[in-house]
């Protein structure tokens, strides 16, 4: 099972945040519609939705060319260190208006967000990456 292992990882790791997804925007979308939350989320929902799983997939096909040399989980954790800045400025890109409380929390939702990443990396990629045949020692 060595043809194309770029894009059996590349589909291995888009599959985690695809299905987060789909959740968050039905989330955003009863939010926004049925219960009236005056937040454009419209505005900002391109973002995770088209960047953040293609990102996971070019990332996990990052870790697989580079020897796989970092442990899975750790290398997954450092996704957050380009998310989040993106994130910020799509919404200034945007003119999207950020609580204030996003600012106070960052600090330390961004440490419970490294640990999030890590656990999906180590075993959730990392068991889609098995199932598909994706290579795992180096």
Do not use: D
């Not at 919404?91 to 640990?115: D, G, I």
């Not at 990443?117 to 020692?137: D, E, F, H, M, Q």
């Amino acid at each position: 099972m060595n043809q194309h292992p770029y894009l059996r990882a590349y589909m291995a790791g888009i599959a985690i945040p695809t299905m987060f997804l789909l959740v968050a925007s039905t989330a955003f979308t009863v939010a926004r519609y049925v219960c009236n939350v005056p937040i454009p989320i419209e505005r900002v929902i391109v973002f995770p939705m088209a960047v953040v799983p293609n990102l996971w997939g070019v990332w996990n096909i990052i870790w697989l060319a580079s020897g796989r040399r970092i442990p899975i989980g750790l290398f997954g954790a450092i996704l957050p260190f380009l998310l989040v800045p993106g994130a910020w400025i799509v919404t200034r890109l945007v003119n999207f208006p950020v609580p204030a409380f996003v600012h106070t929390v960052l600090p330390f939702f961004f440490p419970v967000a490294l640990a999030i990443y890590y656990l999906a990396w180590k075993y959730l990629v990392a068991s889609l990456n098995r199932i598909v045949g994706v290579p795992t020692a180096a």
